[in-house]
């Protein structure tokens, strides 16, 4: 696995063997950055992406690499992005880890212009997580949020979020919304 695109364009990033972590695929990482580009331009130096199931922050990494401001990886298990932070020492002041369960958030010390949310599919994970961004705080004001769901995975769109669009990657679908 690899950075796509941006100033890290092809660093290699640690993976894990194994089923317990699912990076989002190199394929699907470029085209959701084309989709973003589309929707919001290419700069994305004012922006704060809140990488949460972030497992090996593959998506929270190649952020950083386009040139988001500042990026927060989160997870239940941070061993994997730490590994790869390492890989990232020049940037360390543009990103943090946080260790936490996104289904039970405290209140937010950061507001977020952008969350990218890859959970264990199949749940029931990312309606919990969703709720608890929006409770607690950690969306600014037309915050994107870009959720992978396995392609069959149902999901109950919160009232407080639009649906701007929806993509198919293999396995995975694609969902890019935005806070009303």
Known sequence: MRIVGGKYRGKKLWTPEGKEVRPTSERAREAIFNIL???L???YSNLNLLDIFCGTGAFGFEALSRGFAHITFADIDTVPVNKNAKLFVAEKERFDIIKTDATHLSRARRKY???FMDAPYAKGLTEQALEQLLLQGWL???A????????DERFLLPETLELLDERVYGLARVLFLRKC
């Open 144 to 151: 994107i949020c870009v959720v992978e769901l396995r392609n």
């Open 140 to 142: 600014n004001e037309k």
């Open 113 to 115: 212009d952008m969350v």
């Open 37 to 39: 580009y589309s929707k």
């Open 41 to 43: 331009g290419g700069d």
